[in-house]
């Protein structure tokens, strides 16, 4: 069965829908030694000047903390050892690259992110990491 899951988290409803996914799954494994790793992408930005008086990665980590808080919410009372991880660049290649370094064994996401480019070629993320992603993948409505 599955030990190893990766839930990429962005905030959307969809990504929650996952991580309930993810849970509910969880809840129904009988092993003790379950990772579920939750994995925040910020997208890569392209600018020609760094903005003065502004700490980009920060602000970008504290983001993501934002984000990740209710997906936090929905895992309470788990029983699976949770980690975190936060990386930033092109959202499909990255998920298939944490789930490759990390051995992962099921890929738990949403159809759609939180981007408007997202929503306009609907789940173009998910689509790419199906095609790419070196283990299942399930996708969540």
Excluded: W
């Excluded at 969880?26 to 092993?31: G, L, N």
């Excluded at 994995?39 to 990740?68: A, K, W």
């Amino acid at each position: 069965m599955y030990q190893r899951l990766l839930v990429p988290v962005d905030g959307s409803e969809h990504a929650l829908r996952a991580m309930q996914s993810a849970k509910d799954l969880v809840s129904t494994m009988k092993s003790q030694n379950i990772e579920l790793t939750l994995l925040h992408i910020n997208p890569q930005l392209s600018y020609t000047e760094p903005p003065l008086g502004v700490d980009v990665d920060s602000r970008l980590e504290d983001e993501g903390e934002q984000l990740m808080a209710p997906a936090y919410a929905i895992l309470e009372g788990i029983s699976a050892q949770i980690k975190k991880v936060t990386r930033h660049g092109d959202p499909a290649q990255l998920i298939c690259k944490e789930a490759q370094d990390g051995n992962i064994d099921l890929i738990i996401m949403g159809t759609r992110g939180m981007g408007l480019m997202s929503e306009v070629f609907l789940g173009s993320v998910s689509h790419d990491v199906i095609q790419q992603a070196v283990c299942p993948v399930m996708v969540v409505k």
